[in-house]
Every structure is written in C-alpha cells, then in structure tokens.
C-alpha cells in the first residue's frame, strides 16, 4: 500500500489532533511482559506471543505472582510504558519502530504491539490486558503513527535541507583554512627572506667593521662591551638559526585559532541527523498495520 499507516476496517479517529501532538493520551493496563518475534508484522505472529506470555502469565499467577500494572502514554513521539506511581519510564517506543498493532475482538481487554528494539534491532511483541478499552488504545496509536508520519513528512525536508547546508558551510570553511595556511606560509617566507637580507646588507652610510684580531688560537678575545655578529666567523660558527614558527600557536592573521570542522565540541556543530533520518523514513515505509483479531482459542485463555 501507498500509505505508511493501514487498517482493515476504516474507523473515526478517538482523539483531536493536538491531544496527541502538544500532550499525550494516558491509559492503564496490565503487562504481560514482551517476547521477541521473527517477523515485524502478522496476526500468526502476534497470536503465538500472547499465548505464549498467558502460559507464562498463568504459570506467575498460580505461584502467587501479580501482573504488573503499568501506565500507557501515547503522543506523536512515542509509546512510552511507566510505572504508574514513581512514572519510572520502563520502555520507550518509538512510533516509526511500531509496524503491528492488534487488539482481541473478543474479550476486549488484550492488545498488543510490535516494536523494533533500538539497541539490538530485534523485533519484540509487547502484551497488555486492559479494561474494556483494547480496542481503543490500538486506535489511539494508529492515530498517533498517522500523525507522527505527516509531521515528519512536513519536517523531513527542511531537516535535509538544513544537513545541506551545514555541509556546504563546512565544505566553505576547509577551503577557507587551506587558503589561509597558504597565505601564512607565503608571510613566513617573505619574513625570512627580510631577515636574510637584513642580516647580510649593511645599513647605508654604516661603516664595514673591520674583523676583530685574534689570538695564537685563532680565537676572538673576549670583550664585555663586544655584541655578538650574525656574520659568519673566521673560526666557521655559523650565525644563530632564524626561528622557527612552527612552534608557536597556530593563530590566523587576526590572531584568532583557526576553525577545524573535524575537531569541534559537540556542542560547536549540530549532530548528523542523516541515519535517524533514514531510520525514521524506513521506519514509516513499513507502515503500522492495525488489526482485530481473536487471541483467546482455548477454554484456558478465555478465562484470562
């Protein structure tokens, strides 16, 4: 199908569009746990979870073991299932994660949900038993996932328009900093060629100085009021090295550290947001199928 969100049957929406956006529609129920499934969609699928966490739930129950209650939060950016008096977040499901959603025609109390793991990339089948209200939280997350989908279809290309953007910048700044290094390396050799020349010219209307004598060694007597000469010596010294920049903090013409697009704060730049992106765009290419089925087939799970 061309739509990123289908339903067998079609049905009015439970809740305006800014209840879901701006905030977030609250339910109670119990969970039954989750359990990792092979395939991201499927009534098969999702029929042999449930049964699968009723025998386990059952199994709890006859040790004396309560079903956990949890407390549902769903809005455009998720699922999010807390505990219902600390509102610890013990899950958090992503909406373009979701790709199956089912709730029991039957009793009307168990639902469920297929959510791709952010961390290990399995696909898990989540289980609830509510209150007569099954049926209407599988509406409500449809509702949140169509929702989800047309902002995101709104947003995504300025978002890529921006990613755009800050790549032409940092495309502009590296060539920046290249014309720059060169400019300051042609500084460097005009110094130093100034400073050759300033040490081999005499001044003009400065008398030569004659060499100083020496002594039986060859060597020049020491005088206290004697500076030392740049001029190479008749012993072969060779005159002080001209200093090197190479040392000194790498500063632009202005004085200011150039910028390096590969070496910035976190904080310097925005974070690449191409993978979520793409994450997001094949995560609603899937879609989000939402289904009425019938879990309960036996005598033991009609009695859940």
């Known amino acids: 199908m061309n739509r ?42 999702v029929r042999d979870a449930v049964r699968k966490l009723k025998f386990a739930r059952h199994i709890k129950k006859s040790e004396g073991q309560k079903i956990p209650k949890v407390e549902l939060q ?23 994660r979701i790709s199956f959603c089912a709730d029991d025609k039957t009793d009307k109390r168990i639902f469920t949900f297929i959510c791709k793991d952010s961390e290990s990339n399995k696909h898990l089948c989540y289980v609830f038993d509510s209150e007569k209200c099954a049926e209407e939280i599988t509406l409500t997350i449809g509702q949140a996932f169509d929702l989800a989908y047309r902002k995101f279809l709104e947003s995504g290309g300025k978002d890529v328009e921006t990613r755009k953007q800050i790549a032409g910048l940092q495309k502009r700044i590296q060539d920046l900093e290249t014309e720059n290094m060169e400019l300051k390396n042609k500084v460097q050799d005009l110094e130093n060629q100034l400073r050759i020349t300033q040490v081999s010219t005499p001044p003009a209307g400065s008398v030569t100085p004659k060499s100083p004598s020496t002594d039986i060694f060859d060597m020049i007597p020491f005088s206290p009021v ?29 004085g200011a550290e150039p910028f390096d697009p590969f070496n910035c704060g976190a904080g310097d730049f925005p974070p690449d947001i191409q993978s979520k992106l793409d994450e997001m765009q094949e995560g609603f290419k899937m879609g989000l199928t939402l289904e009425g089925t019938v879990f309960c087939l036996d005598p033991l799970d009609s009695r859940c």
């Open 4 to 45: 990123a969100f289908s339903r067998k049957k079609d049905k009015t929406w439970m809740h305006t569009p800014e209840a879901l956006s701006k905030h977030y529609i609250p339910y109670n129920a119990k969970f039954l746990g989750s359990t990792e499934v092979e395939q991201p969609k499927g009534t098969e699928v």
């Open 74 to 96: 769903i809005s455009i950016y998720g699922v999010k299932i807390l505990e219902p008096k600390t509102k610890e977040v013990q899950h958090n499901c992503q909406l373009h």
């Open 226 to 254: 004697s500076h030392q000469s740049s001029v190479p010596t008749h012993n072969g010294m060779q005159p002080p090295p001209i200093p090197s920049r190479s040392n000194e903090i790498k500063r632009d013409l202005f």
